[in-house]
């Protein structure tokens, strides 16, 4: 064996007083039952009933999210307009969202074990906030970061949303690790200079994840709930 050993996931979770938890991936899958290339049709379709035709480029851009940033790059002033029609397509969707196995006991067990727990995600905190109330979830997070309305430029990989977090409850980045299932996640735990637990959800997922630098990766949620189950409440801080 050469070089030092990965560390455990319950070596990463050890320290943790704070868990920072992307939304469509490891809470649920916010398009299961309105797929993302409707939304994304959809957008299209509303801003054209209000007399904002899209440029041709845009039909094929079937993730509303990345639509939404491509509209604030190309058409600025319609940003405001796109982000409000979004929020509301991303709350209905998020009444047929499949919830992620494993989520809800992963809430429980981080507050039942003295972590607290803030949603940060791209998506529209309104959205976010529905599918928690309509889970009885509410009342484990202690808040929530979606982007900032009208400021797409707040999304991941941006480490916007994760300061905001971080601000919220005065957490050092060592008290906290983000759990997220997309590259972009990684990259914006990287730039506040929290550690990244890659969820690999889907075939292909763990090489992209190992490519960039999640600290471990799983393919269940089920495999921190055991963790921390097992390690208990949190024990002395061991960092500064
Ligand atoms: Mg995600």
Redesign the pocket.
Known sequence: MTGPAAPSLAEILAPVKHVLL?????VCSVFAGLPAPEVAHRLRVELAVEGQPTPLGWETETDPLALLRRIADERPHLTAEADTILATLETEATRSARPTPYASSLLQACVNSGRSVQIVSNNASQAIQQYLNAHQLSGYVTAVFGRHPNAPTSMKPSPQLLHDAMTAVVAQPAECIFI???VR?VQAGDAAGVRTIGYANKPGKREKLSAVSAVVIVESMGEIVKVIKNGGSIGPASVQ
């Open positions: 992307d939304f469509d991936g490891p997220g299932d997309a996640d």
